[in-house]
């Protein structure tokens, strides 16, 4: 599917979309609890979908109604040799490996995209070390064998994604467990909201103040919750961003308290300034907000210098390389580092058919930088949006002046 952009500021008022990683953390632990839980405020994405899918393989029952998902959890106990579709979403993924591993069944779980070249590694280790046998090939994972708790050592410069996985299931598990991070944790705005789900649904769990220490009771119990999902502010930041360049866009329904680590997004903005002026900026908390905070950076005077950010070489896309190539069609001076990306502004941009790489957050950064641009733009697999924010385009469009 095509997208083609007219330039110009945009201007109206839009409510952000609920949050997609406290969605996902919800989903899960409400399919764990012994009752019924209820959530609001859900939006469908593709990503959320896998994630309702999957607990449902694992034994929970979910009946959606609108915006409203209503799930009777239990402990996750799959049919032997289940296959679960995990789509593209390398939260479903790496978040229910662990609690497949609860069961002792064996799980085998499939994606679509570049999700199954996604690492592993964390957690074929801890199988490893566990006796728990896997088999990985091109386009599925398998694993047989049981979790039963204790110490777990890992990186701390690793997706905090095989953190989360680990913190819903040990709770579960038959002996209390430590986890142990080697190295300075990464994106830990994602490990506090997985905190707050577990809390709110009464999983106790202790961590130090630097983020590198978790001790997990054992044999605890999930709690049934009835819940309202706040706003995504990694979905929002695309019109706050856009506001920096111009627009004059109102989001209503972020939660100024929120754990979102994306929330990041206002601070970084004041950061930049009005004039825009170059920053440098560690982004390894922030990986999901490059491409658009790249997008900022061209109209800023000066240089910006985006640094720590490899990780991102491993998501939907290269989002280095698929940024610098997005923003390089538009004739921006951008190049790839090791670990990051360096942008000179301010640049005038001109209107071009950029490749969304099939990453929605490439697509999305590509509509903001057109408004900005001389001419028409044309997005190429716009459809990719559908894996986090359904309703982009046409809340895009509802925005931009007749």
């Not at 019924?36 to 859900?42: F, I, K, M």
Request: negative net charge; charged residues 20%; contains cysteine.
């Amino acid at each position: 599917m095509e997208q083609h952009i007219t330039p110009g500021p945009l201007s109206g008022t839009l409510t952000a979309p609920p949050s997609k990683s406290q969605v996902h953390r919800a989903v899960i632990a409400a399919a764990l609890a012994e009752g019924t839980s209820r959530l609001s405020g859900v939006f469908f994405s593709q990503d959320i979908s896998a994630t309702v899918s999957a607990m449902k393989s694992l034994g929970a029952k979910a009946v959606s109604d609108g915006d409203r998902l209503v799930i009777t959890g239990q402990r996750p106990c799959p049919p032997e040799g289940v296959t679960i579709d995990c789509g593209e979403s390398g939260s479903t993924l790496r978040f229910l490996i662990p609690l497949a591993l609860l069961s002792g069944k064996k799980v085998r779980f499939t994606g679509h995209g570049r999700l199954m070249e996604r690492p592993l590694d964390p957690y074929f280790a801890i199988c490893e070390s566990c006796g728990i046998s896997y088999e990985k090939t091109a386009d599925a994972v398998s694993f047989c064998g049981t979790l039963r708790g204790g110490h777990f050592s890992l990186p701390g410069n690793i997706s905090s994604q095989f953190i989360t996985g680990l913190l819903f299931a040990l709770p579960l598990a038959e002996q209390d467990s430590t986890i142990e991070l080697t190295t300075e944790a990464e994106s830990v705005g994602y490990i506090d909201m997985t905190l707050d789900i577990l809390r709110a649904f009464g999983v106790s769990v202790q961590v130090s103040a630097d983020y590198k220490r978790y001790e997990i009771p054992g044999r605890q119990t999930y709690c049934p919750q009835t819940m309202q999902m706040e706003g995504d502010y990694s979905q929002a930041a695309f019109y706050l961003c856009a506001n920096a360049l111009g627009s004059h866009v109102t989001v209503l329904g972020l939660r100024p308290e929120s754990s979102q680590g994306d929330k990041a997004i206002m601070s970084l903005l004041e950061r930049f300034g009005s004039p825009l002026r170059g920053i440098t900026l560690d982004v390894s908390q922030i990986p999901d907000l490059v491409p658009i905070i790249s997008v900022v950076a061209t109209q800023a005077e000066g240089e910006t210098k985006l640094v720590n950010g490899a990780r991102l070489r491993i998501k939907e896309s290269d989002r280095l390389a698929t940024t610098k190539d997005m923003l390089s069609r538009f004739g921006a001076c951008i190049r790839e580092t090791e670990d990051g990306l360096i942008i000179c502004g301010k640049t005038p941009l001109s209107g071009c058919a950029v490749d969304s790489h099939n990453d929605h957050r490439i697509a999305m950064a590509a509509a903001i930088a057109a408004t900005v641009a001389e001419g028409e733009t044309t997005v190429l697999g716009a459809e990719c949006v559908a894996k986090s924010y359904g309703n982009f385009w046409e809340d895009f469009k509802s925005l931009q002046q007749k």
